[in-house]
């Protein structure tokens, strides 16, 4: 699995697409966190708070990563190279953590500068270290359990076809229904704590943010990404013995 691991790496280092996604991450976030006046903007706030880069971060990555993902198995069917991948002394879950953590690695690199965001909060905060490290450290570990759910989603959608854009499609629709769609509905039904709302990703990420790591909100992100794996490698299964 680690040859796997390093080739994916090596195949978004070898092409522009690992650039590009922490380049595009990296600018989205620091035009809207930094540069465009508006509700994320944290020098307009007044406040020495981190909250708008979590609040905006799991939009951007809810198609930021969908495209990492994409190409993971619906380019190696185009390509007929997935057969050549059975024949590997691998097994089938192998694979699939193998794409998924070359993913999630790749996502993992993109959030590392992020940290300089926190350094700037700290300087400019009235007086300096004035910002709430617990909530901040809770939302990088809420971020990172998104980041984990959506690589797992993104992974799945990309063996239900060899058409990358389909996968890429996908994968936005269930990323988006999870993260948002539950809260959504239980917001239209007026029942904001509901078990509804509870589905979503939204809540539990919310809820990891305010700097207390429930295990349940853990149970609920290491869930969704297991039996997303699964559904991958149950579907490579399916086309492995056609």
């Known amino acids: ?116 965001y926190v350094w700037v909060v700290w300087i400019f905060g009235a007086p300096e270290g004035n910002i709430d490290m617990g909530s901040t450290l809770g939302s990088y570990f809420g971020l990172l359990f998104l980041v984990a759910s959506y690589c797992a989603i993104g992974i799945y959608t990309s063996t239900l076809s060899e058409n990358q854009i389909v996968a890429f499609i996908i994968a936005v629709f269930i990323c988006f229904v999870f993260y948002f769609g539950f809260d959504g509905i239980a917001n239209l039904l007026k029942q904001n704590n509901s078990l509804l709302a509870k589905f979503g990703m939204d809540f539990h990420f919310k809820s990891m943010s305010r700097g207390v790591l429930d295990t349940r909100d853990i149970i609920y992100f290491v869930s969704i990404t297991i039996a997303f794996l699964s559904l991958t490698v149950y579907q490579l299964k399916t086309t492995k013995g056609k």
Do not use: C, H
Request: net charge neutral; aromatic share 16%; hydrophobic share 55%.
């Open 1 to 116: 699995m680690k040859a796997l691991l390093l080739r994916e790496i090596k195949s978004f280092f070898g092409s522009p697409i690992g650039y590009l996604v922490i380049a595009i991450f990296l600018i989205l976030n620091g035009l809207f966190l930094w540069v465009f006046d508006g509700e994320y903007n944290i020098l307009n706030s007044g406040f020495a708070d981190m909250s708008p880069f979590f609040k905006i971060s799991p939009w951007i990555l809810l198609f930021l990563i969908p495209t990492v993902t994409m190409r993971s198995f619906s380019d190696e069917r185009k390509q007929g190279t997935l057969e050549l991948l059975f024949t590997k002394p691998l097994s089938i879950w192998e694979i699939a953590s193998g794409k998924f953590f070359g993913a999630f690695l790749l996502i993992v690199l993109a959030l590392l500068p992020t940290l300089v």
